[in-house]
């Protein structure tokens, strides 16, 4: 079973271009803070297609906090100097939107205490291949 569920912050707003046949494929890296001793980040790519891409570009921006399941996919190219580069990305089929602003941006209102989960939304798609 290929499966993962991560949540995390956007390095920078998401980038999308599109395919010939005008699929939209939004790409963004996520900062997911590690548990444990070893504190820290790791960095992941996303790729999102189709109308959660085009959607994913026009609601996502840099800081803002979500989470994604997906899969896990591993290739390579090379280079125009031979070199192989190998990739390693999560292929997105559904993100759920978890903050609408950066961290410590959001003031809870009175007697209400901020989940962050409060503006929580999710789209579904199925992932073209």
């Not at 609408?100 to 989940?115: A, C, L, N, V, Y």
């Not at 789209?123 to 291949?129: S, W």
């Amino acid at each position: 079973m290929n499966s993962c569920q991560i949540i995390g912050r956007l390095t920078k707003d998401p980038e999308t271009r599109y395919t010939s046949s005008q699929m939209a494929v939004t790409r963004f890296t996520l900062a997911v803070n590690r548990q444990g001793k070893d504190k820290g980040a790791d960095f992941i790519p996303i790729v999102v297609f189709g109308s959660t891409a085009e959607v994913c570009e026009k609601y996502l921006a840099k800081g803002k906090q979500v989470g994604v399941e997906g899969r896990i996919q591993t290739g390579s190219y090379e280079k125009q100097d031979g070199t192989k580069v190998y990739t390693t990305d999560v292929i997105a089929n559904r993100i759920h939107f978890i903050s609408d602003s950066t961290k410590g941006s959001q003031k809870p209102s009175e007697g209400h205490t901020k989940s962050p989960y409060d503006n929580y939304q999710a789209i579904q798609e199925e992932v073209p291949f």
